[in-house]
Nanobody, 124 residues
Framework: QVQLVESGGGLVQAGDSLRLSCAAS????????MGWFRQAPGKERDFVAA????????YYAGSVKGRFTISRDNAKNTVYLQMNNLKPEDTAVYYC?????????????????WGQGTQVTVSS
């Protein structure tokens, strides 16, 4: 089974940057598509960004496009989410997710492995 652990969350001011990391277990990381989702208190878990198995293609939610960048380092079994120009509305618990496949995936139901989440809080 694939296990995922997020890190890098914290408290920042509006306009600041933050980079989240998601470390995956095993030695088959390069065969998995990866994604980032976020969930604010009392709300549904929403899609943020996705990347295919090789890192050649990415996909973003409209609310973060141009500010966030997803990337992966298969040699380190790690996926990243670089978040720039953070806004208070970005405040949420951020989760990484994984599934076997050759495409990019952008709904919760398309992923079968999830991390525990890391809190990101952006003050105004």
């Amino acid at each position: 089974q694939v296990q995922l652990v997020e890190s890098g969350g914290g408290l920042v001011q509006a306009g600041d940057s933050l980079r989240l990391s998601c470390a995956a277990s095993g030695r088959t990381f390069s065969s998995y598509a990866m994604g980032w989702f976020r969930q604010a208190p009392g709300k549904e878990r929403d899609f943020v960004a996705a990347i295919n198995w090789s890192g050649s293609t990415t996909y973003y939610a409209g609310s973060v496009k141009g500010r966030f960048t997803i990337s992966r380092d298969n040699a380190k079994n790690t996926v990243y989410l670089q978040m720039n120009n953070l806004k208070p509305e970005d405040t949420a618990v951020y989760y990484c997710a994984a599934r076997a496949g050759v495409s990019v995936y952008y709904t919760r139901g398309q992923y079968n492995y999830w991390g525990q989440g890391t809190q990101v809080t952006v003050s105004s």
